[in-house]
């Protein structure tokens, strides 16, 4: 049955919500909220939905759903109180910056009953789901490790790193998500060595744009992870796992796959520039999943429960690149 | 502006079209025909169309273009009678079996004044967009030479090929539009080897299921097309262009790009299974496409004169095969 | 047991067999002989072997065997001389540019239970090897089509040109060779379009520089060949192979294999620069084959009937390109 | 001018240099001494050298130069016998497992004014030199992160292991070369997650066989280590260097260079099986390179000094690994 939805939040993320919603047949795009009244509306009238308040969404309840594309600082407030309202939730990550406001928050949707999926679009990538498949049919034999290479093609505004909580928590934190989707086992050490080596205005804000990591599970387990804040050839985005019977690759994207040979050698277009292009399929499965979670009210994935590890990993992450330790969980 | 298509035909190719239709915010799908009123309501449910008979869709004002998706024996007269009604048209190829019948049809058209455009979905492959691109950017000098490998996963169905026109007609035909859209010149002569390695039945009924093809300019320039009914490992389409200055190429594509290490040897999946799969992207840009020529009024691409080329070229392959000589357009 | 050998030519291909000689520790290079004594010496010098004589080395009943890398028409004469002086014969290709001679000699070699090993390097290189290995272990069933590309990096001097034998005599027989190596049935007919793309001085000498053709086989089986004089990119080397159960293909060989990504792209360099470098393995294992085929006294591969054969094939492309007809063996 | 070199060691990784030497012009293998005389005969025999003592080596004035290729806890004192005796060295890593040993031994190297190469044979791979030289060429700009991913086709015997001095110091030690060889800056700081998940047996014996690892150096800069001792696809050796302009990385290698494409996908085969076959070009430029040094005088690379620093970065990560620290240098 077709669920009606409304988006909170119509910036660069809820576009790419806004999109997924408006192609699922499964999905009605009923209404959208943001403080700037024209950015709801642009959205509005692509999808034909209605500009609303938080409060008028809140009070409707013929909507089913919301997905809470807000700043990060309104994400807890937001998903207590829609749950309270009796709606389920699709919150992008992270739950919040802290910690205790997260937990507290994860209480009260335990109180409420309440349904939420957070958004780590990255589980539903459809190469990545392949690799997930290969390691559940048993091709690779058991996991042993996972590599991660996640680069931004370009380091975002110093306003947003402001108030991104810092590389960990704004871009880590996707890939500590994908590291436990793929390890099976969590994590239960940190080590980071992190510093700035794109943008000297990125350290003068307390934050690092350059990142290499290894966590550990119980079992001796191991995930590397390395990020960049710029890579020039485009948004590089690629996971290997190495198990005891061989090792499944998901290979990089690009819009077209063509080569060009000529006398300075053989040239294939550079990556996709972003997430909203290299993670469009993954967007679309991941709204499908959300629509899959409320009609079968099994439990969801990734949970608030997911959300609040990877914030946790991120800590952990903040501290052991500070202390220069080895952060033990 | 919003334009208002209806559908005739609800087979394979229909839905497919259905599909790119259902997905564009320009158009409207109004309405579907089919002979088969099950095959027309299912599409119509789909997509919160009408099912109608072919009269009503023809007498229905407001319906702003059809696309014909119907039996190969019936499209010259629907393209007569349809742009008689003022409507425009896109039409599957090919246009006919018989040229001489599809040149008649061409003449209607001109004297209707009509808007047609032919369906040969691979120029608007995002992938050989790109080859073309490339080459008209320069980036391998003058084109010389023309690759095209072209074989799908695996025959139809007796029942079809009776009714194809033979493999020149029904699946080459595809190959010599694309040739000719890399080339940049008219191709002047044809040479074929042609033979049955696939199934004897497919021999029986005076078909072919394996050809080798070389297309010459008059300037010499020269196009191979390589085609099997039959590929194990998936829909098999490439091109390649050999210039002056360098080459460019297309691969295959696959649903999902991982790749699987084992004692074995390092495996990719498979290529895509089909058209439907392999040019999605190619089908929802060809529907833009249309939607762009009906707005515009510039003459289209693919033509119907580019139909009528690639049936003549077609006919000249049966030709070559058969008569084991070079035939000279 | 180590073979005494002697290189008769000592030009371009005469280096690259003294190389390969060199190496093998079965073979012991004991005299060259050229009509340049410095470039025998310099040959010499480099591999401890002595400048002699033609006279001189049939006279010395010490050596085993000769490598016949003298110009082309001089090559059926000394078949003839060395198998009558009893001595094992490597020659290069082509046997004579002359049916009628290639002919004529390959009777002589007969009579004089002669052991002659034609110089068709590609057979040994270990990737082609690997795809015939393919085969012939059933990985891809029946063999149905071979894709061959051959392109040379750049176009040989006018001077070359004229003594060459054209194109299909000169570079294409090597692909008249791989085809029937692969296809494991004999050719039946040709089809050849040829033209001057490349430089019009080629076609002042009533040459070509661009061909493509194709070759079939009693039941049907079928091989593309494309031929350039220039490749920009490097001399491009490739075989694909087509059969009931799947395909097997033998990439393009670069001397690095690195990757470098920038905003404009991910380039891999160029490909080898010519036969030298790309087949240097081949060789080598080439002189290992004549050693064995010394030793054992097993019938050669390839022989002066594939040899035969090959030319045959080279002069049905040139009346096939030159006629516009389809030629029959 | 060709100098005369003995071998010391006639074990498996003495074979690979025997072959080395056997086939660079400018050497003459005049001698190899091994504990067993059979070994030593072997060699003797295929290589034309003379077995000989290491006494009669140490005495023979006419030898230039000498490979240390014996068990490592030999490697000071033969190091430090033959610079007295007035000979080049080249040894194999490491220098010694204890590196106050090892600091001895370059200490009278110096005093004897020793001409001593160290056997770090990866950096004279023809891929990683071309990572090497691109960057050098300024192609991927300031040098940011390293990834380096090296496992074993298969776990050595416990005997091998017991005597090895630990994965840090066997495998890594190759590494942490390539890692100062990439970085262009010395590494201050080591990570270390090890874990016993191939075979329990090397836990018994007090050593890891899975490791990742993490360097950094003074201005940040980090290099990723991913260590397995065993990989059922063969011998995994890839680099890649992400610079402020782009990334450069060179890829696996395997003995041919063919896909096989079946129902079942696109198959390559396995890689190399181990250093032997996968670093031949190596083992070849790396003679090549001693060479150059014994004749030019210039300071070698790598030199004892690179060996030293190789082997406390591998106690450093011993340390790191068995503490749960940050090891700082």
Do not use: W
């Amino acid at each position: 049955m077709v669920k009606k939805l409304a988006l909170l939040g119509a910036g660069r993320i809820g576009k790419v919500h806004a999109k997924a919603i408006g192609e699922d047949k499964r999905a009605q795009f009923v209404a959208v909220a943001d403080a700037f009244p024209e950015a709801a509306k642009a959205i509005a009238d692509a999808y034909g939905a209605a500009v609303k308040t938080i409060e008028e969404i809140e009070a409707d309840a013929s909507i089913d759903a919301v997905l809470i594309c807000t700043p990060t600082n309104t994400h807890s407030d937001l998903i207590e109180r829609f749950t309270a309202a009796g709606k389920a939730v699709f919150c992008e990550k992270p739950i919040d910056l802290d910690v205790k406001r997260a937990e507290a928050c994860a209480e009260v949707v335990r109180a409420n009953g309440g349904k939420v999926m957070l958004g780590f679009n990255r589980r539903f990538d459809p190469h990545f789901q392949a690799v997930r498949k290969a390691i559940d049919d048993g091709k690779i034999g058991k996991v042993e490790m996972v590599t991660i290479t996640s680069r931004d093609p370009g380091a975002p505004p110093p306003d947003y790193i402001k108030v991104s909580g810092g590389i960990f928590r704004d871009m880590t934190i996707h890939d500590f998500d994908i590291a436990r989707f793929l390890l099976g086992e969590e994590i239960t050490s940190v080590m980071a060595s992190a510093a700035v080596l794109v943008d000297p205005k990125i350290g003068e804000l307390g934050d690092y744009d350059s990142a290499s990591l290894v966590l550990t599970t119980a079992s001796g387990r191991q995930a590397i992870i390395s990020n960049s804040r710029r890579a020039t050839y485009g948004y590089d985005q690629r996971i290997e796992v190495h198990g005891s019977e061989g090792s499944v690759a998901a290979e990089n994207q690009r819009p077209v796959s063509i080569e060009i040979a000529t006398k300075d050698g053989y040239t294939r277009p550079p990556l996709h520039d972003f997430f909203m292009t290299r993670y469009t399929a993954a967007y679309a499965a991941e709204i499908s999943a959300f629509l899959d979670f409320i009609e079968s009210g099994k439990a969801p994935s990734p949970s608030i429960e997911d959300g609040l590890i990877a914030l946790k990993l991120a800590d952990a992450a903040v501290k052991a690149a500070k202390e220069k330790i080895v952060v033990t969980l």
